[in-house]
């Protein structure tokens, strides 16, 4: 367990602490390499690169964007999950899966 | 005469080494000639070969990239080092609310705990349960992750010939026939899986440690990438690999006319892209025997061979004895963070 925090903590973007869930959706989805992929999302945020990776900025970001975070305070305007997906893929452009069976499922499409 | 000062260091397996700066330097031209002979590639340059040697004899417990380089992280855990390996009881789908909410990790997989796709495939439909409803509560992208592990189809608990025996009685015909006939069936249970993952809204197939069983292995897993990628073109695989060198254990198969037997990451790369694969998962060996400094010089060569020409994103596997990671359970962060940060600014990776 202790190799997943490490890694995190000496390299990585941090998941949803900043975008690093949404960078690796856009290598994931569109193969981009992790400098077009950082400067795609931080685009598609309105945010500088070095903005992406700081976690007090993306905070503020994620939050006014309801793209979900890693702590939130219990309260309606709360968004995370299925929810965040949704905009996080309206966001980006992109086809999330989980969120298209979602709308099958739903009976939204 | 004073003494030289000495680094603190480890060696391969995670023991402490001390060492002087020219023992360091030694090991890191060792290393790296090791990398230019077997993989028949270029060396770091002079100036890469010296901010690895910064990054190695750096002051401090933990290290880390500069700002503004951080990557992202892929997972081969399966979503069950906690409540398996760590033995603390919880449900796989709030394990991938821990990794993301509390470990920081950009994304997770959920697979069998026997990590493989033939068992796999017979809980498939349950595993996919399971994954379905983190879908629901997560934000980060969550993968199915299993390995090929061409092994599980050997008699005598499987339908194939055994080529592991076979081999040693000299049965050379039929020890070839039973891994490609193995090929099939692992193409076929992944296939399986992929089916039950994109139902549920997966959002990729991770196919970890291809070859293990050698170049048929490696074989299973790009044509299943294939397969999975023309069905569903929205649905990425990641391929990541068991060893910095694919064993020739059939030693004639291809892949679009490439011979899989000894290609090393540069080359096994390119297939991956071929095969349609989103992410590839590089890996370099640890030697226990050896320093830190000696992998370390080693790793980054190969890497930066790889990441040169690669075109989709190569994440870097950085578990138990891999990528300069010591064979060891419980990871000493002094040197793991110092993996990192070589990988990072010097290897010019996309992930991890």
Known sequence: MGQEATHAICAGMGGVRTAGDMVLR?????????DEAKA????????TVEELCDVVTMSDVRRDMGLGLCHVEPCKEENNGMAAKFRIAEVLDIKINSVERFKERAGLK | MAEEKKYQSRMGDGSLVFMTEDEIRADMREGMADAVKRGKIDPMSEEDFER?????TMPGGVVGVEPGKEIVNTNDSGGYKINVKSQMPLPKEMETLIYERCLG???VDIGNTDYN??????VAKRDAGALKQALNVTTMPLLFGGMPDLGFYTQPDGPA????TLLPDGKIKEALAAQEEAVEYSIKDICYVADQAYDVGADGMNLDTC??????DFLAALKACEAITSKYPDFPVEIGMAGEFVLGMHGRLKYNGKRLAGLYPHDQVKLAEQAGASIFGLVVNTNCNKSFAWNMARVITFVQACTKVANIPVHADVGMGVCGIPMVEIMPVDVMSRADKALVELGKIDGF
């Open chain 1, 26 to 34: 856009m290598q994931l989805a569109k193969k981009m390499k992790i």
């Open chain 1, 40 to 47: 795609y999302v931080a685009s598609k945020l309105g945010v």
């Open chain 2, 52 to 56: 690895l040697y910064e990054i190695i």
């Open chain 2, 105 to 107: 990790c950009d994304s």
């Open chain 2, 117 to 122: 796709y033939k068992t796999a495939k017979g």
């Open chain 2, 161 to 164: 010939g055994n080529w592991a």
């Open chain 2, 211 to 216: 070859g293990a069983a050698g170049d048929a």
